[in-house]
């Protein structure tokens, strides 16, 4: 009888498992450094070439290995970090599975050079391809140099997936950016094809690493977090808005000292920006999450470059809690914002009878475009700063108004600058947060009839998801009914509200609520559907300003959670120092 199946050859299921754990450039550094780390060094050197296509060497001042551990520390499944399954519950090491080493060897050259404290002289080993090629006793300081040449020089289609080395040496410098934050008290150098990149002696605390890290524009940015939540504790450093990045890579997060990428943790940061900023910008975040280590699974990806948190709704909460209330001095919706209802509670109420309430003439309310959103500021009704209204009280306020310049902006000062203030985007995010409030409470904006109701036709498909929605109108101060089974009529809008915008505003509504991309999250869909009403409800940027307007919206403006930016995200203001001025003309 003949059997087609073979165990295979340990080289072959080497070099299989390999794929696992080392698949880039990238993968071979990350788990050097994280050895050196592993091993109590205090001072790690990274060098690459092409990419670290040609060369990766990465050497360390930590404990070094024994002549005989140099030899089982390229065995597969052979670690000093774990001996029992008991401690896979508690990882407190980087590495743990004792399989990076021997995964690497078995597809490059690599040289090992290694010594420990003892007397003995130290060890050199090569291997190429997984098998020993020479093996040498040599003197050498304490620590370990491991050098890996010609990466995949051994499975050509794996070299032929990797990218340009620009595109390799790119995720390196991430990785060592993120290792260099991640532990500010080890020294770190990096060069690349034989340019030093970085150099970061070890310091105290993190706020001096992100210094040597960082530019002057990010450092200037950031503001510190350090926020408890049950037992995890949230710290670090994020930049705030407007400060924004183009993509998601300048989100650096680490569990118990673990860089990883993670999707919870990701959409809590994401979600604790998301007023902040406009759709398609990320922030620059530095957080470090401490937990029992009990509290999350790092055995769950071939690369460790995601966890499993056993409390996954503490460990959100915490970061979302956290980064709010270091960006606005409130953790996010505390239980209750306000003491009060914001706004009388009640239902919608229908229409009164024009007859006896006849509405207002809309010409006349101008001023109160700003007086009449029916919510006054924020109260706290605890000495605790947990309300969301702004650190500096009357910090618009108490600015001077120079005027408007022709068709646009507001011209205001202080006594040490001139700010240009976009009044639209100022008063898009005044009506924002008092209409998240509105939603929060649950309560319902003031309605005002219109003199000839509006009927609006839509398509089936649009027609339906604003009849979804049809509470949020209702409770944000319109008055809608169903007319027939495409067509919807307009008895009433909020009194802060141009009747003649309610069509533009329902198309702008009904794309928000069409987008696929936000229906799996209602939350957010709302908070969508909110900033689309602000901003069609806002001033428009060439309006004229009355003196009284002017005043009313600085006033409102004090009393907001984020009196810096729109809730898309843009900036509100633009200041110009006085001493800046005084240089420009020549003064002292
Ligand atoms: N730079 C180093 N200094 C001292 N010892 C080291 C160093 N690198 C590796 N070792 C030793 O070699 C062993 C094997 O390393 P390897 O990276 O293969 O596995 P690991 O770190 O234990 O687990 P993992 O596969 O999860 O990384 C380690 O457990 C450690 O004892
Ligand atoms: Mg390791």
Redesign the pocket.
């Known amino acids: 009888m003949s059997t087609r199946i073979r165990v295979l050859d340990e080289g072959v299921i080497n070099r299989i498992a390999a794929g696992e754990?080392i698949d880039r450039p990238f993968s071979v550094v990350k788990?050097?450094v994280?050895?050196?780390i592993?091993?109590k060094?205090t001072a790690i050197r990274v060098d690459i070439e092409r990419g670290g296509k040609k060369l990766i060497r990465?050497r360390?001042n930590?404990?070094?290995?024994s002549h005989d551990?140099a030899f089982?520390?390229?065995e597969r499944h052979?670690?000093?970090?774990?001996t029992s399954e008991k401690d896979l519950i508690s990882i407190a090491?980087?590495?743990?599975?004792?399989?990076?080493?021997?995964?690497i060897a078995s597809v490059s050259r690599l040289r090992l050079i290694?010594c420990d404290e003892s007397d003995e002289p130290g060890t050199e080993l090569l291997v190429e391809g997984g098998v020993l090629r020479k093996a040498e006793r040599i003197g050498s300081g304490r620590?370990?140099l491991?050098e890996v040449a010609n990466l995949f020089y051994n499975v050509p289609v794996r070299l032929k997936f990797l990218k340009e080395n620009r595109w390799e040496s790119d995720l390196i410098d991430e990785l060592i950016t993120r290792f260099a934050l991640a532990f500010p008290h080890l020294g770190f150098t990096y060069s690349q094809d034989g340019r030093l990149k970085l150099d970061a002696p070890p310091v105290k605390s993190s706020i001096e690493r992100v210094h040597t890290v960082y530019s002057r524009e990010v450092r200037d940015n950031l503001v510190a977090i350090d926020y408890a939540f049950k037992d995890v504790r949230v710290h670090g450093h994020v930049a705030k808005p407007p400060y924004v990045k183009s993509n998601m890579r300048s989100v650096f997060t680490f569990v118990n000292g673990r860089s990883v990428r993670d999707r919870l943790v990701n959409s809590a940061v994401m979600r604790a920006f998301s007023n902040l900023m406009e759709r398609g910008r990320y922030p620059l975040a530095i957080l470090f999450l401490e937990m029992p280590p009990e509290q999350v699974d790092v055995n769950v990806h071939p690369q460790?470059a995601e966890v499993r948190f056993r409390k996954p709704k503490v460990v959100s909460d915490a970061i979302l809690n956290g980064v709010h209330e270091a960006l606005m001095g409130a953790p996010f919706n505390p239980q209750p914002i306000f003491r009060e209802p914001i706004i009388p509670e009640r239902p919608y109420i229908p229409i009164p009878e024009r007859k006896e309430d006849p509405p207002r003439e809309r010409e006349t309310l101008v001023p109160s475009r700003f007086e009449a959103v029916p919510l006054p500021p924020a109260k706290p009704s605890e000495p605790e700063p947990a309300a969301l209204t702004y650190a500096e009280p009357g910090r618009y306020a108490s600015m001077g108004v120079l005027g408007q310049l022709p068709g646009s902006f507001l011209v205001l000062h202080t006594r040490e600058e001139l700010v240009i203030l976009d009044h639209h985007a100022a008063h898009e995010r005044v009506l924002f947060d008092r209409l998240l409030a509105i939603e929060r409470e649950s309560v319902s904006s003031e309605c005002q009839g219109l003199l000839i109701p509006k009927v609006l036709e839509y398509s089936r498909v649009e027609f339906r998801a604003l009849i979804a929605h049809v509470n949020l109108l209702r409770r944000t101060g319109f008055a809608v009914e169903e007319f027939g089974d495409k067509e919807i009529i307009v008895k009433g809008v909020p009194p802060w509200f141009r009747e003649a915008d309610v069509e533009d505003l329902f198309a702008s509504l009904i794309e928000v609520m069409l987008d696929t991309g936000l229906r799996g999250d209602p939350t957010r869909l709302n908070e969508e559907l909110l900033k689309n009403i602000a901003c069609k409800a806002a001033v428009k940027e060439p309006s004229e300003m009355h003196p009284s307007e002017i005043r009313a919206l600085l006033a409102s403006l004090d009393a907001s959670s984020s009196a810096d930016v729109c809730p898309h995200g843009r900036p509100l203001t633009v200041r110009y120092p006085l001493s800046e001025i005084r240089k420009k003309m020549g003064r002292k």
Do not use: I, P, Q, Y
């Open positions: 754990v788990e050097l994280e050895n050196s592993d091993a060094s990465v360390d930590g404990t070094g290995m551990d089982l520390a390229l052979a670690t000093s970090k774990l090491t980087m590495g743990f599975r004792g399989e990076a080493l021997a995964s290694t620590g370990t491991v460790k």
